[in-house]
């Protein structure tokens, strides 16, 4: 089982950037493929961005062009640098493992990390 904890937002403007991270448990990190994940208020939790193990990525569209997603794989730890935020952007983050398909991650949820984008 790998756990994550995430860390980094806050509170912030539209227009204004955060950097997430996520660090995981274990020395198996380098070999997962990972994602972060959201869920705001009231609505169903939504995939972000995906990440491999060989550093290909794939972005949620209405996150395209703002977003970026990184691992450290000697720290076992990833990121999002989020940067032109929107008041739609606000949620809770999660980060996971998964296999194969990014809907079914495998890792233990940690408690995520809040991110307001005030209106």
């Known amino acids: 089982q790998v756990q994550l904890v995430e860390s980094g937002g806050g509170l912030v403007q539209p227009g204004g950037s955060l950097r997430l991270s996520c660090a995981a448990s274990?020395?198996?990190?380098?070999?997962?493929?990972m994602a972060w994940y959201r869920q705001a208020p009231g609505k169903q939790r939504e995939l972000v961005t995906t990440?491999?193990?060989?550093?290909?990525?794939n972005y949620l569209d209405s996150v395209k062009g703002r977003f970026t997603i990184s691992r450290d794989n000697a720290k076992n730890t990833m990121y999002l640098q989020m940067n032109s935020l929107k008041p739609e952007d606000t949620a809770v983050y999660y980060c996971?493992?998964?296999?194969?398909?990014?809907?079914?991650?495998?890792?233990?949820w940690g408690q995520g990390t809040q991110v307001t984008v005030s209106s």
């Open positions: 274990g020395s198996g990190f380098s070999i997962y493929d």
């Open positions: 990440i491999t193990r060989d550093g290909t990525t």
């Open positions: 996971n493992a998964y296999r194969t398909n990014p809907t079914e991650p495998f890792g233990s």
